[in-house]
T-cell receptor
Framework: ETGVTQSPTHLIKTRGQQVTLRCSSQ?????VSWYQQALGQGPQFIFQ???????GRGNFPPRFSGLQFPNYSSELNVNALELDDSALYLC??????????????FGEGSRLTVL | GENVEQHPSTLSVQEGDSAVIKCTYS??????FPWYKQELGKRPQLIID?????GEKKDQRIAVTLNKTAKHFSLHITETQPEDSAVYFC???????????FGKGTRLHILP
């Protein structure tokens, strides 16, 4: 069973630039959720994709967007980067519907630094 | 939407003692409550979860209790060990939107 993998693991960008983060979901999973984790904070829900469609979104501006592909892998895109976007971006995959547990399996994260 | 509050933010206990972390949630439609452990520089990992049709669940030294009326749930770790030192997150999932919302975390230090 292949776990959740994310790339890149670390990256540095400057304000105003754009970034794309990638996530391969665990084998057999059909749902991908993206979270932003600032230093010392809990994961903040960005959005969730189920069968290639966004089916939930947190309080993040439209410059945060995403995609899910037919193989259930996913991308997170952030445009017009701001300093506050510096954080660990976590991708988590799950199987839904799943008797209302839908345990999240996290990747190692992509650490984004915006200068 | 769902809001999850967690306290304390930091907790230090003597090795061998018990640790308790408490969370409250706002959405009465939430029905699934996982707890994740995150070690330094690593990904969060599920340690235990509970559904709303159950009041308590145990797994060795770890237990979770749920009070649906009061909308709060707690993590109990007994006989703490050095490897229990980590950040613990509670979370809740509402059937309204299927999102899993996390608390801000509790940093647990096990003192020798």
């Amino acid at each position: 069973e292949t776990g959740v993998t994310q790339s890149p693991t670390h990256l540095i960008k400057t304000r105003g630039q754009q970034v794309t983060l990638r996530c391969s979901s665990q084998s057999g999973h059909n749902t991908v959720s993206w979270y932003q984790q600032a230093l010392g904070q809990g994961p903040q829900f960005i959005f969730q994709y189920y069968r290639e469609e966004e089916n939930g979104r947190g309080n993040f501006p439209p410059r945060f967007s995403g995609l899910q592909f037919p193989n259930y892998s996913s991308e997170l895109n952030v445009n017009a980067l701001e300093l506050d976007d510096s954080a660990l971006y976590l991708c988590a995959s799950s199987l839904q519907p799943s008797d209302y547990t839908g345990e999240l399996f996290f990747g190692e994260g992509s650490r984004l630094t915006v200068l | 939407g769902e809001n999850v509050e967690q306290h304390p933010s930091t907790l230090s206990v003597q090795e061998g003692d018990s640790a308790v972390i408490k969370c409250t949630y706002s959405d009465s439609a939430s029905n699934y409550f996982p707890w994740y452990k995150q070690e330094l520089g690593k990904r969060p990992q599920l340690i235990i979860d509970i559904r709303s049709n159950v009041g308590e669940k145990k797994d060795q030294r770890i237990a979770v209790t749920l009070n649906k009326t009061a909308k709060h749930f707690s993590l109990h770790i007994t006989e703490t060990q050095p490897e229990d030192s980590a950040v613990y997150f509670c979370a809740a999932r509402s059937i309204r939107d299927d999102k899993i919302i996390f608390g801000k975390g509790t940093r647990l230090h096990i003192l020798p």
